[in-house]
C-alpha cells in the first residue's frame, strides 16, 4: 500500500504510495474507485511513455470490496472516511 512492495522496483513507473496520496494530495474518493476499477490504461494518451503496470480489478473485484479497499488506504492514511 505504500508502494514498497517486494517486486516494486520491477515496474516503471514504480506502484503508487497510496497512503502518502490520500493523505496529502487528498484526492477525490471517485478517482480512487476509478482507477482501481479501470487500472492504468484509463490514463490519457498524453501520458506516455508513462506505461502503467496498475491491472484493472472490475473483473476481480466487486465494486462493494473496492469501496472497502478504498476505506482501509482512507484508515491507515488516517484521512477522515469518505
Ligand atoms: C487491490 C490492490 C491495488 C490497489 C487498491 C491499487 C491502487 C492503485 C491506485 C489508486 C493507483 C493510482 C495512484 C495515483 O493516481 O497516483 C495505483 C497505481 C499503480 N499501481 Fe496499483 N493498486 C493495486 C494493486 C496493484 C498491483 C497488483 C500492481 C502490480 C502488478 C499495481 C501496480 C501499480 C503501478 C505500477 C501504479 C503506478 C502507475 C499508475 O499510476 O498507473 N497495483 N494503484
Excluded: C
Amino acid at each position: 500500500m505504500d508502494g514498497k512492495g517486494p517486486e516494486a522496483s520491477g515496474f516503471f513507473p514504480p506502484p503508487a504510495d497510496l497512503v502518502t496520496l490520500v493523505f496529502h494530495i487528498k484526492p477525490p474518493e471517485s478517482y480512487l474507485f476509478w482507477r482501481i476499477r479501470e487500472g492504468g490504461r484509463v490514463l490519457p494518451r498524453g501520458f506516455a511513455p508513462w506505461n502503467s503496470a496498475m491491472p484493472a480489478w472490475k473483473e476481480d473485484i466487486t465494486d462493494e470490496k473496492i469501496w472497502k479497499i478504498i476505506i482501509y488506504i482512507y484508515d491507515a492514511a488516517g484521512a477522515p472516511q469518505p
